[in-house]
């Protein structure tokens, strides 16, 4: 098994895709770790504000299998893949970890940039993994949050319920 931790976004019905995300990586890896739900203005363009949240997890997949899973996952919720990159997202899950790789699989770059250059991957991260290792760095996610310059993206918590349990208050 291998620990892996993921980032969940959506600006497009948002509550639906999140829940249905929650409810596909349940059923494929079982017990989730999840941070709260944090909503913070679209990043690269003009755009409705999006909801964000990091998941961590144990696979036996590898990192294609995974990757191509939470590809469906994202198209089975309505991802449309031929638009630009900063665009509005019905559904967005990133590998960030998988387990310490560090390196390039099948163009999947580990551990992934946005961890430290994204508030609202690297605070819900430094959230329900505050003494976890970053891979490349050597720094754990609390440090990596505490130095991060937090002027730069605004983001806050939200209510925010899954099956049944609180995941979030504001």
Known sequence: MTAIYLSLGSNVDRHKNITAALDALAALLGDLQISSVYESKSVGFDGSNFLNLVVGAN????IVELSETLKRIEDNN????NGSKFSPRTL???ILTYGDFVG???DIELPRAEITKNAFVLLPLSEIAPD????QLQKNYRDLWLDYDRASQSLWVIDFGWNGKVISVS
Do not use: F, N
């Open 59 to 62: 696979t036996t997949l590898s």
């Open 132 to 135: 976890g290792l970053h891979p």
């Open 104 to 106: 390039v699989e099948s």
């Open 92 to 94: 967005d899950i990133d």
């Open 78 to 81: 309505g991802r449309k893949r």
